[in-house]
């Protein structure tokens, strides 16, 4: 795709190296993050969060467009659907929306398989969908969540370069764009119930819902992440993220919401839930709420791309930590 060619060049730099244990020699991964740029996730979250995707409520013409403009992206990165015959649409019946949707709706699905345990599964997560038209105003969600799938996109690509240069991961990423999260968690509470890949042997789920904003108590400092959820289940998954971001990233990782008396419980709010009832270990990573939200006014021409880049590094890298560890993450926590 857009930067394929570069790296086509740079798996004939390192072919000799390959044959000397590669893997030990690029642990850091600073050459794939570098794929994720600024330009791609701009080009991503305007077409996401375009009149054309007319908002892309769950069911309606523009969340299909939005899915359709999705699984091509995987398409072009030769990125395998994650079911058989090549498709990447998990259908959801309208039923399943309980009133909540007027038509049947897709998770769509990717994944890369890993080379030495490619029947362990990490999770990468974000919802696509928001709430369409409203009295002849669309609600672009740019920040909500184009932003998160942006996220999402240009990760699957940073894996894909890998292993075009030798590094295929040790366990296979799932790379999985959720409908349904506004109307209740639906995509997710779908997934979970109907898994394409088991949940026994998920590892974990890093789940983006809104990345690309700063809210008012940072307004003075910039660099920064929500993180929720990530020492609820697994010590090992909140040590690892905190190791990724002291190594490569050094956002301020804010926890303020990942406190169990706090009042908003996104915790309980975004897909990453989903995973979690089922004793899967989560991080939820978020900007935190803005005046834009769930407004008609939340439009691409606001987003923070370089915030969102450095974001979007950081959980690629903690992603790459986690597939390619020794052993699978230790769930020590109820």
Not at 169 to 182: A, D, H
Request: hydrophobic fraction near 35%; include cysteine.
């Amino acid at each position: 795709m857009r930067k394929l060619f570069f790296y086509l060049c740079f798996i004939g730099f390192v072919s000799c190296a390959t044959q000397q244990n590669n893997v030990q020699a690029y642990s850091n991964n600073t050459t794939f993050a570098k794929s994720i740029s600024k330009i791609d996730l701009q080009n991503i979250v305007y077409k996401l969060a375009s009149h054309e995707f007319n908002g892309r409520r769950s069911g309606e013409n523009g969340q299909k467009l939005a899915a359709t403009y999705i699984a091509n992206f995987y398409k072009n990165l030769n990125i395998n659907a994650a079911q058989a015959n090549e498709n990447y649409f998990q259908n959801i019946p309208k039923a399943f929306f309980n009133g909540l949707s007027d038509a049947n709706s897709e998770n769509v699905v990717a994944f890369i398989k890993g080379s030495s345990h490619p029947n362990q599964y990490v999770i990468v997560s974000a919802h696509y969908d928001h709430l369409g038209e409203k009295y002849g105003q669309v609600y672009y969600g740019a920040d909500d969540n184009a932003s998160g799938t942006s996220a999402v996109l240009e990760i699957a690509e940073a894996f894909k370069t890998a292993v075009l240069a030798g590094h295929r991961p040790k366990r296979s990423i799932v790379f999985l764009n959720l409908t349904g999260e506004e109307e209740g968690l639906f995509g997710s509470k779908y997934y979970t119930s109907q898994p394409i890949f088991p949940l026994e042997n998920t590892i974990a789920d890093l789940n983006i819902d809104m990345i690309g904003r700063v809210d008012e108590a940072h307004k003075d400092d910039e660099n920064f992440i929500y993180l929720i959820g990530s020492d609820k289940l697994s010590t090992e998954l909140h040590n690892l993220s905190e190791m990724a971001n002291s190594t490569y990233t050094h956002l301020n990782l804010d926890y303020t919401y990942n406190d169990e008396n706090d009042p908003n419980r996104f915790y309980y709010r975004s897909d990453h839930y989903n995973f979690a009832k089922h004793n899967i270990p989560i991080i939820f990573y978020f900007n935190g709420i803005h005046d834009d939200y769930h407004q008609p006014t939340d439009t691409p021409d606001k987003i923070n791309y370089d915030l969102l880049v450095k974001r979007t590094q950081l959980i690629f890298y903690t992603a790459w930590e986690i597939a390619n560890r020794p052993a699978k993450l230790k769930v020590d926590k109820n």
